[in-house]
């Protein structure tokens, strides 16, 4: 069955910080990955996704994901990041077109000043 | 183009009372998809629909939920008789045919006392 698991339920860094967040998905063929944000009390922001291609995918806010299939992963990346970057981050992966997306249950995000 | 739209953003219900939660997708996309979001958890696909079908129903309890896309107007998802359990944020997002890529709308507080 597919499946997203996100480890980190918590992770706080300090601004100006690098930051990486985990995913690892359990899928049976070449997935479909995407990573959203959710800011509080609102609806989610695709980042960035993954569907075929170069493994280091670029997407808005100056985040960066690598798919690893060796080690299904799809890690998050920022070299610095910045007060605005607090919220929830949720990895996903879609199988076909046309149908749902599975999500992990999300990593939260704490920023120091 | 305007994004997806759902209405109303927060929606408050005794328990018994019906919930009726609307969705606009984005213009030219004809397929529709309803997750609920659990607090403290990720979204869980309830329902995909076209365009006066329902595609796929898996995740949508088997009583008291309902969902339809019409021909005309937004897509409905109903909850009839509302339980403290069914206190939640219901998020619609919405595809054009063929593509992998959802868009998700702000999503719909439900709160059942």
């Known amino acids: 069955a597919q499946s997203v698991t996100q480890p980190d339920i918590h992770i706080t860094v300090s601004e100006g910080a690098s930051l990486e967040l985990r995913c690892n998905y359990s899928?049976?063929?070449?997935?479909?990955l995407f990573w959203y944000v959710q800011s509080p009390g609102q609806g989610l922001q695709l980042l960035l996704k993954?569907?075929?291609?170069?493994?280091l995918v670029q997407g808005i806010k100056g985040f960066e994901a690598e798919f690893k299939r060796s080690q299904s992963s799809f890690n998050l990346r920022k070299p610095s990041v910045h007060w605005s970057d607090a919220a929830e981050y949720f990895c996903?992966?879609?199988?076909?077109?046309?149908?749902?997306?599975?999500f992990g249950k999300g990593t939260r995000l704490h920023i120091l000043p | 183009n305007a994004g997806v739209m759902q209405n109303p953003r927060h929606l408050v219900r005794r328990r018994g009372q019906e919930a009726r939660l609307r969705c606009s997708p984005m213009?030219?996309?004809?397929?529709v998809y309803w997750y609920r979001q659990l607090p403290e958890e990720g979204l869980k696909f309830m329902v995909y629909?076209?365009?006066?079908?329902?595609?796929?129903e898996s995740g949508m309890p088997k009583e008291r939920f309902s969902a339809e896309f019409p021909k005309e107007g937004p897509s409905i998802l109903r909850i009839q008789q509302v339980v403290r359990g069914d206190s939640a944020a219901y998020f619609c997002?919405?595809?054009?045919?063929?593509?992998?890529?959802?868009?998700f709308g702000p999503g719909t507080r439900l709160t059942v006392t």
């Open positions: 993954y569907f075929s291609g170069d493994t």
């Open positions: 899928y049976g063929a070449t997935p479909y």
């Open positions: 629909l076209q365009k006066e079908n329902i595609i796929d």
């Open positions: 213009k030219g996309h004809s397929h």
């Open positions: 996903a992966v879609g199988p076909d077109r046309d149908d749902k997306i599975i």
């Open positions: 997002a919405s595809s054009r045919a063929g593509s992998r890529e959802q868009y």
